[in-house]
């Protein structure tokens, strides 16, 4: 049992604007050292979720804490073990990236190392000529990099960041995603909202699933992962007869030909193989399931 | 303090080219109009201009008129003229509506997401709108010396130099008190053009309402609300001090609208 304070906890948090409720009586423990995927259609409440978190919006009710430390009440201590990268980084368009960098990092409590600071820049693609260009000159992935560059700078315990790779090339997607992997080592956590399910199914260690405001999926991504079926696809040298009847209710038939058997299976695939005992098996295919099609169905409706 | 310090110097730089011109054109009118009060004081035209003003003006504005037609009336144009003083006011509009850009920008979420106390964007827009219009009026001023240094007329008959320093200060205090009343503006709003346009509509009619005042009796009680009520150059062109009264007005009404500004920025969603 996990002792250590979480990296970020919430109770009962709940925003509203006006009539709507943008999160709802939300109850969340992230451990630290994780990397946590927050997980939502668009306007589920992922980014204000991070908002309150960071302070940037009140709660109308229930409370936050990062790392110990109250969102509301010690706000300056909580946000001085964060680094943010938003999902549509504001920096002022005429300044440089060189500028803003420095502007964020003198504002930041936390020291940021030069030798740190020159290794993510290298790692981010940025030359410095890039660096010296105004950012209205920036394209949006370059803008996004310098976002992703502002919120490691610091070397903070915990990141909080908003569809991080939306927009970034392919390449800048594994520097990203390696930039994460060495953060993580240092035992750095990760809060990390996406839409994109291969990412965060990369990724991350456990999974928040948030729809219209509520909480309806937390656990870890291999668990969630187990909770899709295996498709299987079994195909015979010659014909053979169907499927026996006795099958236990995991497995699930899809489709039956005399060649060609296509199965949903739950859990074990024991029985599948007992059953094929004598069979003229010429190709076995079984897909791993994916985090997406359990996601999916919490997108849509708790399942 | 050390945060809002480094927002100063970035709010600084941001707006040091704008300040720059922005100075450097007044003060350069000053020294014109200087020059061009000395070259009206030769060619004896005020005691002419004022001969020309009809009666019911002269009833109208007292002598308060006539006091613009001498050398230091002309040279207290810059102080005072609607257009100057428009732009001045558009000056400390856009130094109190930073907050609200910096939210409708993102960059306030960016600052904010730091271990920045809120109160610190707020004592950067303070310091920023005592700062950028003292600095523009101490340019104001260092081109009427220049003026007077260049063209003015001889010692004896010369404004005093303290009548440019109450004019500046005059001016200041004004543009204080709506900078303070335009950061309340501006830390309320999420859009920088809807803070703008009601700090900038709002400073304009109530010039309108001072203007009018002067000429329209009824009027005069609402004339107290404008902080242009409490600024008289004319009245200090004609020797008469800068009164204590109205400058608390002015001064006291920036510094509680500042006070107003922390509480409403403090509370609002980003």
């Known amino acids: ?12 948090l709940t925003k509203r604007f006006g009539r709507l409720v943008a999160v709802k009586a939300l109850d969340l423990a992230v451990e630290q050292g994780q990397v946590f995927g927050f997980l939502g259609l668009n306007g589920a409440g992922k980014t204000t979720t991070i908002r309150l978190l960071l302070n940037l919006l009140r709660p109308s009710a229930g409370r936050a804490e990062v790392l110990g430390h109250d969102c509301q009440a010690d706000g300056i201590a909580a946000r001085a073990l964060a680094g943010y990268m938003p999902g549509e980084p ?46 209205r000159e920036y394209s949006s992935g370059m803008r996004r990099k310098l976002a992703i560059a502002s919120a490691f700078q610091g070397e903070a315990p915990l990141l909080l960041l908003d569809e991080p790779t939306e927009g970034l090339d392919p390449l800048m997607q594994e520097a990203f995603y390696a930039l994460l992997a060495d953060v993580r080592r240092r035992g750095a956590t990760v809060f990390l909202s996406s839409h994109v399910l291969s990412e965060v199914d990369r990724v991350c260690d456990r999974i928040g699933v948030l729809r219209t405001g509520e909480l309806v999926l937390e656990a870890p991504v291999d668990e969630v992962r187990r909770m899709a079926p295996q498709h299987v696809r079994i195909v015979f040298g010659s014909a053979v007869a169907p499927p026996p009847a006795g099958w236990p209710a995991s497995v699930e038939i899809v489709s ?9 299976v739950r859990g074990s695939l024991g029985p599948v193989v007992q059953s094929m005992g ?6 076995l295919d079984v897909r791993e399931p994916r985090l997406e099609d359990v996601v ?8 | 303090m050390r945060a809002a310090g480094v927002l100063v110097r970035h709010s600084m730089g941001r707006m040091k080219t704008a300040l720059a011109v922005m100075a450097g054109a007044l003060a350069l009118f000053q020294v014109l109009l200087a020059m061009a009060a000395a070259e009206l004081q030769r060619q004896g035209t005020f005691e002419q201009l004022a001969s020309l003003v009809p009666a019911f003006v002269r009833e109208l504005f007292g002598t308060a008129l006539l006091s613009m037609m001498s050398f230091s009336g002309i040279m207290a144009l810059g102080y005072y003229h609607v257009a100057i003083v428009a732009v001045l006011v558009g000056l400390v509009v856009a130094v109190a509506t930073e907050p609200a850009a910096e939210v409708e920008a993102g960059f306030a979420d960016l600052v904010l997401a730091q271990a920045v106390p809120r109160e610190a964007v707020v004592a950067r827009s303070a310091v920023m709108l005592a700062l950028c219009p003292a600095l523009v009026i101490a340019a104001m001023s260092a081109g009427t010396f220049a ?20 004019l500046a200060a005059g001016l200041w205090a004004v543009l204080a008190c709506w900078g303070g009343v335009s950061l309340v503006i501006g830390t309320a709003s999420r859009r920088r053009a809807v803070a703008a346009g009601v700090a900038g509509g ?16 009824p009027i005069r009680p609402i004339a107290r609300l404008s902080p242009f009520h409490y600024y008289n150059p004319l009245d200090l062109v004609m020797g008469k001090p800068l009164p204590p009264g109205d400058l608390g007005i002015l001064l006291g009404t920036a510094a509680a609208a500042i006070a107003l500004a922390f509480v409403v920025f403090r509370r609002r969603d980003i």
């Open chain 1, 256 to 264: 039956v030909t005399p060649t060609e058997w296509r199965l949903r």
């Open chain 1, 1 to 12: 049992m996990a002792t250590t304070t979480p990296a970020v906890f919430t109770s009962g």
């Open chain 2, 147 to 166: 003026g007077l240094w260049l063209a003015g007329p001889a010692a004896g008959s010369a404004p005093p130099p303290r009548l440019v320093w109450k």
């Open chain 1, 296 to 303: 999916i169905q919490y997108y849509r409706e708790a399942p």
């Open chain 2, 202 to 217: 709002s400073a304009a009619a109530l010039m309108l309402v001072d203007y009018l005042s002067r000429v329209w009796k």
């Open chain 1, 90 to 135: 504001g920096f002022y368009r005429d300044m440089t990236g060189r500028q803003a960098l420095g502007v964020l990092a003198r504002l930041s409590a936390r020291k940021v190392r030069e030798a740190w600071q020159r290794e993510l820049l290298e790692r981010l693609a940025f030359r410095d000529a890039d660096l010296d260009r105004r950012i």
């Open chain 1, 278 to 283: 004598g069979l003229p098996v010429a190709d």
